[in-house]
C-alpha cells in the first residue's frame, strides 16, 4: 500500500476529548473518527488492526471446536420477553419499533437468539456438547459512553455459547474456554489477569473477568505481581483458580506482596446452568428419552475494546508500539522529497509485501522528518530508509520501532533480511 493512496492524516496535537492515551493516538493516527457520542467509524489503518484482532480470537476458537456463525444485529424483542430481560436490561437496550409497531431491538447480546435456533437443530443428548460464536456488532446504551472505543455504544465483540448436557460436563467446558481466552490473550502480546467475577444481568454462578494491567483502566484490581508474572498456559485451571485468596482476586494468602492498580476488562466468561435453556424450551433428549435443558456459557471478548487496551500496554511518547501480527503494516518504506529512489522503492515494496503481507510505502510529497515521524505515531514495527545513505553508500537504515536498534544494509540484503515477527 502505499501512502498516496491511504487515507490517512496525522494529527500533531490530542485531541482535547481524548482524555487517555489509546484514544488520543487512535485519533491522531486517522484510526477511528467519532461519529457521534460513543459510535465511531473505523478508517483504514483502525479497519486493518480490527481485523487482525478479530483473526487472532477466531483462529483460537475454532482450535477448540466453537462453530462460527453470524446472527444479525437486530432482534425480536419476543424471545427477550419470553426470558424475563426485556424489562430487567432498562436503558442500556436500545428499542425500536418498525412499520407495522413491531418490538425490535438492537442486540446487546445473544443469549436469548442463539438458546432459541439451538433447540431447532440439536434434538438428542448426541448432539451435545456444542459451542457457537460470531463475530457481531453490539449496541450498549452506555450511561457514559468514553474513552473512545474501550466504552463505546456500538462496539465489536465475540461471543461464544456452549451447549451440555450436565452441570459437571459445563464446567469442564467452561475450563476449555478459560484456558482458550488465556491463550487468546497472550497471542495480542497481553499479559491475562483471570479474576473471579459477579455475574450479573446474564445471570449464573460462576464467572471470570480477564483483566489487563493498564493506569487508565476502569476497574480497580489487587493482584500480586510475582503471581501475575507466572506462565499461567502451563498451568492447569484448578492451579490457576486455587492462586486466588478468599476475596477472589489474585493474592496469595501466605504472602502480603500485594500491589493495588487498575484492570483493563478484555474478557468475560460465564456459567449459567438453565437458565435460557428453561424459559426459552429448549431441550434435548437423553438416552432415555426424557427431556433434558441443556446447562449453557456464554463467553465475551471485546475485540473493538482490545484495539484500544494493546495500544495502552505498547506505546511510548513519539506513539503506538504494535506487536508484527497486529499491526495494519509489518515495515514502512520511507523515501525522501525528491523522488529519486522511487524505483528501488518500489521493487521493495513488491518483493517484500510478498514475503511479509502489509507493507507500506511512503510515497507521499513530504519531507523524510515528517515521515518518519508518522511511522512512529502510526507505530509500525520495521522501517526502511532509503535516503542520503543510500545515494552516498547504496546502504539502507532498517529501524526496530519499539527499541530503535538500527542495522544499515545493501537491497539485496534487505531482500533477504529477516524481520523479526516480534511483540514489544
Ligand atoms: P463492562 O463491565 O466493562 O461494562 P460487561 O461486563 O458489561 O463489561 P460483557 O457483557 O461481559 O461486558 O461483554 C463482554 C466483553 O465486551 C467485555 O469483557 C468487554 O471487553 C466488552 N465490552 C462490554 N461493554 C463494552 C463497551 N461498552 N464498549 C466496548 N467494549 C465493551
Ligand atoms: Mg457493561
Given at each position: 500500500m502505499k501512502f498516496s493512496n491511504l487515507l490517512f492524516n496525522s494529527l500533531k496535537e490530542s485531541p482535547k476529548e481524548a482524555k487517555i492515551v489509546s484514544h488520543q493516538l487512535m485519533l491522531r493516527s486517522s484510526m477511528i473518527r467519532q461519529h457521534t457520542s460513543g459510535i465511531y467509524t473505523w478508517l483504514p489503518l483502525g479497519f486493518k488492526v480490527l481485523k487482525n484482532i478479530e483473526n487472532i480470537v477466531r483462529y483460537n476458537q475454532n482450535k477448540i471446536g466453537c462453530n462460527e456463525m453470524m446472527m444479525s444485529t437486530i432482534q425480536s424483542s419476543d424471545l427477550w420477553k419470553k426470558s424475563g430481560r426485556y424489562s430487567d436490561y432498562g436503558k442500556e437496550m436500545l428499542r425500536i419499533n418498525d412499520r407495522h409497531d413491531n418490538e425490535l431491538l438492537y442486540g446487546p447480546t445473544n443469549e436469548e437468539v442463539i438458546t432459541d435456533l439451538f433447540s431447532d437443530y440439536v434434538n438428542s443428548y448426541k448432539g451435545l456438547p456444542k459451542y457457537l460464536y460470531h463475530?457481531?456488532?453490539?449496541?450498549?446504551?452506555?450511561?457514559?459512553?468514553?474513552?473512545?472505543?474501550?466504552?463505546?455504544?456500538?462496539?465489536?465483540?465475540?461471543?461464544?455459547?456452549?451447549?451440555?448436557?450436565?452441570?459437571?460436563?459445563?464446567?469442564?467446558?467452561?475450563?476449555?474456554?478459560?484456558?482458550?481466552?488465556?491463550?487468546?490473550?497472550?497471542?495480542?502480546?497481553?499479559?491475562?489477569?483471570?479474576?473471579?467475577?459477579?455475574?450479573?444481568?446474564?445471570?449464573?454462578?460462576?464467572?471470570?473477568?480477564?483483566q489487563i494491567i493498564a493506569k487508565t483502566g476502569e476497574s480497580e484490581l489487587a493482584?500480586?505481581?510475582?503471581?501475575?508474572?507466572?506462565?499461567?498456559?502451563?498451568?492447569?485451571?484448578?492451579?490457576?483458580?486455587?492462586?486466588?485468596?478468599?476475596?477472589?482476586?489474585?493474592?496469595?494468602?501466605?504472602?502480603?506482596?500485594?500491589?493495588?492498580?487498575?484492570?483493563?476488562?478484555?474478557?468475560?466468561?460465564?456459567?449459567?446452568?438453565?437458565?435460557?435453556?428453561?424459559?426459552?424450551?429448549?431441550?434435548v433428549l437423553n438416552n432415555e428419552g426424557k427431556k433434558v435443558f441443556p446447562h449453557m456459557g456464554s463467553y465475551g471478548v471485546g475485540v473493538s475494546r482490545l484495539t484500544a487496551a494493546i495500544i495502552e500496554a505498547f506505546h511510548d511518547e513519539n506513539g503506538i508500539k504494535?506487536?508484527?501480527?497486529?499491526?495494519?503494516?509489518?515495515?514502512?518504506?520511507?523515501?525522501?522529497?525528491?523522488?529519486?529512489?522511487?524505483?528501488?522503492?518500489?521493487?521493495?515494496?513488491?518483493?517484500?509485501?510478498?514475503?511479509?503481507?502489509?507493507?507500506?510505502?511512503?510515497?507521499?510529497?513530504?519531507?523524510?522528518?515528517?515521515?518518519?515521524?508518522?511511522?512512529?505515531?502510526?507505530?509500525?514495527?520495521?522501517?526502511?530508509?532509503?535516503?542520503?545513505?543510500?545515494?552516498?553508500?547504496?546502504?539502507?537504515?532498517?529501524?526496530?520501532?519499539?527499541?530503535?536498534?538500527?542495522?544499515?544494509?545493501?537491497?539485496?540484503?534487505?531482500?533477504?533480511?529477516?524481520?523479526?515477527?516480534?511483540?514489544?
Open positions: 463475530i457481531q456488532w453490539k449496541f450498549r446504551d452506555e450511561i457514559r459512553p468514553r474513552f473512545g472505543v474501550m466504552r463505546g455504544r456500538e462496539f465489536l465483540m465475540k461471543d461464544a455459547y456452549s451447549f451440555d448436557l450436565d452441570h459437571e460436563s459445563a464446567v469442564e467446558t467452561y475450563k476449555i474456554f478459560f484456558k482458550s481466552y488465556l491463550q487468546t490473550f497472550i497471542d495480542l502480546g497481553l499479559q491475562p489477569i483471570p479474576v473471579k467475577a459477579a455475574t450479573g444481568a446474564i445471570g449464573g454462578d460462576l464467572s471470570h473477568e480477564f493482584y500480586d505481581p510475582e503471581l501475575v508474572s507466572q506462565n499461567l498456559l502451563n498451568k492447569s485451571y484448578e492451579e490457576i483458580t486455587s492462586m486466588y485468596s478468599a476475596s477472589d482476586e489474585m493474592i496469595d494468602k501466605n504472602r502480603s506482596n500485594v500491589v493495588i492498580g487498575r484492570g483493563i476488562e478484555v474478557g468475560h466468561i460465564f456459567n449459567f446452568g438453565t437458565k435460557y435453556s428453561l424459559p426459552l424450551e429448549c431441550y504494535w506487536p508484527f501480527n497486529i499491526s495494519p503494516f509489518k515495515i514502512n518504506i520511507i523515501t525522501s522529497t525528491h523522488g529519486s529512489n522511487n524505483e528501488v522503492a518500489e521493487k521493495l515494496l513488491e518483493k517484500l509485501t510478498l514475503k511479509y503481507g502489509n507493507v507500506s510505502y511512503d510515497d507521499r510529497d513530504l519531507g523524510m522528518g515528517r515521515k518518519i515521524k508518522d511511522s512512529e505515531l502510526i507505530g509500525i514495527p520495521w522501517s526502511i530508509i532509503i535516503g542520503k545513505n543510500y545515494e552516498e553508500n547504496k546502504q539502507l537504515e532498517i529501524t526496530n520501532r519499539s527499541n530503535g536498534e538500527k542495522s544499515f544494509l545493501t537491497e539485496s540484503e534487505v531482500e533477504s533480511f529477516k524481520f523479526e515477527q516480534y511483540t514489544p
